[in-house]
C-alpha cells in the first residue's frame, strides 16, 4: 500500500494570541478524498491554509508542528514555501480566474510563469489536459479566447480548478469550493472531485456532512479547533466514536 501523502503531527496554530488548531494529528491517504467537515469557526479553512503554507501570508498567525509531505516537512527551514505551494496546489470558496485573461491564458500563466513548457505545442496541450480534467473542455473548445469573465458560476470555478491543475499538482487543497454554486454546478464539481483522485488526491473543506459522505473516502471533524475524530467515512457516519460527531451529523450542534 502507497503511504500517506501527507501526515499531520500536533500541528497547533494561533492568530495572535486567539489558539484556533489544537493539537491536530491525522494522516491523508494517497489517492483519496480527504473531508474536513466541522460548524463555522471549528478552524478548517485555518487549518488548510496550513497544509500548504499559504497560511505565512497571514502576519498575524502562528504555526506549531509538523506537516510531512511525501515525507518532507513542509515547515523544515529548508524548505522553500513557494515550492510547497506549487506541488499542493488550492482551490478557494470564491472562484478566482482573472476575469479581463482568456479562458485559455488564465489556464497557461502558471505553466508560462514557472517555464513548464517548450513551445507552443506543449502550451496548448497542457490547456487542454487541465480543462479536460476539470471537466470544461467540451464547453470552451470553441471559445478559449473570451475573456473568463463571461462563464458561469460553476464554469469559473472549473476554472479555477483547471489553473491549479496546470501546475501539475501533487495534492489539491479545496475550502468548501462548491458554497457559491447551485445544485447542479455543486453536482459537477463533486463528481470531478471523485474522478480526479486516483491521479490526485484531494483534501476538501466542508461544512455540509452529505457533501462529505458524497464524495470522500475519509471524513475528518474538528470542533472548536480539536480534531474529536478521523476514519473512513462510512465508519464515521454509521458508527461515530463520539457523542460529539454523532450530535453534529444529526444537526443538534
Ligand atoms: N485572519 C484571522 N485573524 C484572526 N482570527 C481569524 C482569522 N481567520 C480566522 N480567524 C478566527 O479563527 C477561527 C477559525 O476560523 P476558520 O475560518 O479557520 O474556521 P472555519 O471552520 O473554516 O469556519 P467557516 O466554515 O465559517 O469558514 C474563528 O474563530 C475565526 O474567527
Do not use: C
Not at 497547533?12 to 494522516?27: A, D, G, L, M, T
Not at 497557461?108 to 517548450?118: C, D, E, F
Not at 460553476?154 to 495534492?171: D, T
Not at 479547533?225 to 478521523?230: N, S
Request: charged share 25%; aromatic share 8%; proline share 7%.
Amino acid at each position: 500500500m502507497a503511504g500517506p501523502v501527507l501526515r499531520v503531527e500536533n500541528l497547533n496554530i494561533w492568530y495572535s494570541e486567539k489558539h484556533v488548531v489544537k493539537n491536530v494529528s491525522f494522516e491523508v491517504p494517497d489517492r483519496s478524498v480527504f473531508a474536513l467537515m466541522g460548524p463555522s469557526g471549528s478552524g478548517k479553512s485555518t487549518l488548510l491554509r496550513a497544509l500548504n503554507r499559504i497560511i505565512d501570508l497571514y502576519e498575524e498567525a502562528r504555526v506549531e508542528g509538523h506537516v510531512y509531505f511525501d515525507g518532507i516537512d513542509i515547515y523544515a527551514p529548508d524548505v522553500d514555501p513557494t515550492w510547497v505551494r506549487r506541488r499542493i496546489g488550492m482551490v478557494f470558496q470564491h472562484p478566482n480566474p482573472f476575469p479581463h485573461l482568456s479562458i485559455y491564458d488564465n489556464v497557461a500563466i502558471g505553466p508560462r510563469l514557472n517555464r513548464m513548457v517548450k513551445n507552443k505545442k506543449e502550451l496548448d496541450e497542457l490547456v487542454r489536459w487541465a480543462l479536460e480534467k476539470a471537466f470544461l473542455w467540451d464547453e470552451v473548445k470553441d471559445r478559449l479566447h473570451v475573456p473568463a469573465a463571461k462563464l458561469s458560476g460553476g464554469q469559473k470555478q472549473r476554472l479555477s480548478i483547471a489553473r491549479a491543475l496546470a501546475l501539475k499538482p501533487r495534492l489539491l487543497l479545496m475550502d468548501e469550493p462548491t458554497a457559491n454554486l447551485d445544485p447542479v454546478a455543486t453536482e459537477k464539481i463533486e463528481e470531478l472531485v471523485i474522478s480526479l483522485k486516483k491521479e490526485i488526491p484531494i483534501i476538501i473543506v466542508t461544512h455540509n456532512p452529505q457533501q462529505a459522505a458524497r464524495i470522500s473516502d475519509y471524513t475528518a471533524f474538528l470542533y472548536m479547533g480539536e480534531l474529536v475524530e478521523v476514519g473512513p467515512t462510512s465508519r464515521v457516519f454509521t458508527e461515530p466514536r463520539s457523542k460529539l460527531t454523532e450530535r453534529y451529523l444529526l444537526r443538534q450542534i
